[in-house]
């Protein structure tokens, strides 16, 4: 999958000249780039790392640096994570890229690591610490566009279900106010329960079968990822009309809503980030510490399949995988230079 292809962004026609004007000319091959990631319990997770691996495993294959490892805490806790960072100063790492646990529980341990002289770029579960660069998503825009999609096909509205992602993370919190400011702004709507998800099937599917039997007819599913084919397990063991869910981007949710598109004309939208940001966090990493000027603040949007990209999307997407965009060093200059 291309990175044109998915709309995400308008790369120049000119590679080479953007590449003269944002790339630094030192050499960082004999540098060494960590992440340290807080969770990998669910698909989106897992994909976040091969992409990583895959990508930054040609870096240190080619030279470009001398290594890239990656390191992920047993549990998504503060502490654990900082301890991590902490002990990645210690072993001589000249970048740490953050996939964290808490936006500002991590800034103590991230100010020692720029103290220390290591280049912090954050991703996905961002940290507040100014001397950080960060690689953010407007998860708060991505919680609002489910429900105005919601909106657009269901004028007379009704009860919905909110699915969470993991517990007193950034991105939960963020995907949620963005559907609760969407809801507000849409009367015709009430969200009627609440429950977490993990951002995971399993578990998505057993908290929504939990509090089904309390709930009136659900209309629309909103959720964060990873939670869509759960949800839909769920309701049809329940015996319960099938509502619109919004999908997030894993296999197993675009092959569902692919066989009822088949079979009955289902329609719904998916969304999520594509969890090869990471390799993007990877060459920002790579610039600053080969002296180029990077923002500190980095933007880039959500992967949104419609009901017309479905079937290419799918066929583009491993199975038990994410839909997903990987970035080359070309494409990370042109998001550079684009922000």
Known sequence: MKLSTLGLLCLSAAVGTLATSVTAVADTSDKKIALSNNYAGNSWRQAMLTSWEKNASAAVADGTVAAADAFTTAENQVTEQAAQIQNLILQGYDAIVINAASPEALNGAVKEACDAGVVVVSFDGIVTEPCAYRIAVDFHNMGKV???????????????????????VFVDDEISGGIHEGVAENAQFKIQGSVHGDWAQDVSQRAVAGILPSLPEIKGVV????DGYGAAQAFKAAGRPTPIIVMGNRHDELTWWKEQKDANGYETMSVSIAPGVSTLAFWVAQQVLDGATVPQDLSVPFLTISQDTLEENLANTQVGGVANVEYSLEDSLAVISDN
């Not at 004028?155 to 969470?164: F, K």
């Not at 959720?223 to 990873?226: F, H, P, V």
């Open 223 to 226: 959720t964060q990822g990873g």
């Open 146 to 168: 489910q429900v105005e999609y919601l909106a657009s096909r269901l004028a007379d509205g009704g009860d919905l279900l909110e699915i969470r992602g993991l517990a007193g």
